[in-house]
């Protein structure tokens, strides 16, 4: 297998979206770009130069529909889904689209479930009231802590108290948190307007609760010479989730949040 390198790895990532958003708009579904891939768009009319991934939103009757396209079940295409409820070892409550034709090793750990991703998150109603919407939001960011408990190898933690803590919790198979956190995230699924809200990832409550205005309001913004859909008030989004988001981090923060290896197959 061969070694690609980072630029070549964000062409795949690009192919990704593109193919993505063809087929959003070949079936009458609806997405935004977010968190740093729309802070890309909006400051650098593509990737942080320092990123190398990206991330887009979806309601989740749209998301649904979407995992269910006959398309990812023809193995000839060169794209494929996975989700917790279809991988025996992915126990993340959001779904990736990824390049068959890529494989991945990431923070050390070969990956033979997927290659080269986009993560595509469902947005959900987080309660009625925001009392309500913050209390759901934060069980589920506690359940989140336990997901990546459950994948987390643990062998050289030298805490006994810790180690005992991640012991507990890894009984428990990771899908079993990705459940709760998607029934808590499905709670509300009658109400389209309420507090539309990552529920199922993302940052904390105080962040995540109320940041999405307007869904179904959208704009064209330029990303990598690409035209994609945004939030219309892409800024009272960006500026809830990360504050002043134009301006540039210092340089030592300037680091992508993830380490990955890609290879062609």
């Not at 979206?17 to 087929?23: A, C, I, K, T």
């Not at 913050?134 to 802590?145: A, P, R, S």
């Not at 179904?216 to 989004?237: A, N, P, R, T, W």
Request: proline share 2%; aromatic share 14%.
């Amino acid at each position: 297998m061969q070694i690609v390198n980072l630029e070549e790895t964000k062409k795949i990532c690009l192919n990704i979206l593109v193919q993505f958003d063809q087929l959003c708009k070949k079936n009458g579904l609806h997405y935004s770009l977010a968190y740093g891939t729309l802070i890309g768009a909006i400051r650098h009319n593509g990737f942080i130069p320092w990123d190398d991934d990206i991330d887009v939103i979806m309601q989740r009757d749209d998301y649904e529909r979407f995992l269910n396209l006959g398309y990812f079940r023809e193995e000839q295409n060169n794209y494929g889904i996975i989700h917790y409820k279809m991988g025996s070892r992915y126990f993340y409550p959001y779904a990736k689209m990824f390049d068959r034709r890529t494989c991945l090793e990431e923070n050390g750990m070969k990956n033979n479930l997927f290659g080269v991703y986009i993560d595509i998150f469902p947005i959900d109603s987080a309660g009625k009231t925001l009392a309500s919407a913050m209390k759901n939001k934060t069980k589920c960011k506690k359940l989140e802590k336990y997901v990546l408990v459950s994948m987390k190898d643990t062998k050289n933690t030298t805490n006994l108290l810790r180690k005992l803590w991640y012991s507990l919790i890894k009984i428990i198979p990771g899908k079993i948190y990705c459940d709760k956190i998607e029934k808590i995230a499905l709670k509300n699924k009658s109400d389209h307007h309420n507090f539309l809200t990552n529920m199922v990832w993302g940052y904390d409550a105080k962040k995540e609760v109320g940041a999405i205005r307007n869904w179904g309001d959208f704009s064209l913004k330029s990303f990598e010479g690409y035209s994609f859909d945004v939030l219309s008030e892409y800024d009272y989004f960006l500026k809830k989730v990360y504050g002043n988001y134009m301006e540039l981090p210092a340089e030592e923060k300037r680091v992508s949040h993830h380490s990955t290896i890609t290879y062609m197959k």
